[in-house]
């Protein structure tokens, strides 16, 4: 098992940006994927963005395309998340989580973070 935690959430005005960070307490394996999600009050999770640990393959959510942008260090291993041009419908709980393939499916996913609120203002 990996620990995960995210940090960089908090408020923000609509338009605005923030750049989240997830650290992994050991060595993120080759063969896994990072993955972003995030919950809103009364929804269900929903997946954001993953990538492959070690080739540049990459996963968007339609709703963020052309906003957000996973990538990595793998030095640090750490994942991060820049988020662009945000929008009040991006409010909500964001995880990063650990898991085979930077699938859309929560269940592929099996070490979750903590989580780190992000508002948007509009």
């Known amino acids: 098992q990996v620990n995960l935690v995210e940090s960089g959430g908090g408020l923000v005005q609509a338009g605005g940006s923030l750049r989240l960070s997830c650290a992994a307490s050991?060595?993120?394996?080759?063969?896994?994927?990072m993955g972003w999600f995030r919950q809103a009050p009364g929804k269900e999770r929903e997946f954001v963005a993953a990538l492959r640990w070690t080739t540049p393959t990459t996963n968007y959510a339609d709703s963020v395309k052309g906003r957000f942008t996973i990538s990595r260090d793998n030095a640090k291993n750490t994942v991060y998340l820049q988020m662009n041009s945000l929008k009040p419908e991006d409010t909500a709980v964001y995880y990063c989580?650990?898991?085979?393939?930077?699938?859309?499916?929560?269940?592929?996913?099996?070490?979750w973070g903590q989580g780190t609120q992000v508002t948007v203002s509009s």
């Open positions: 989580a650990r898991g085979r393939s930077p699938d859309t499916a929560p269940n592929e996913y099996f070490d």
């Open positions: 050991r060595r993120i394996l080759s063969s896994n994927a």
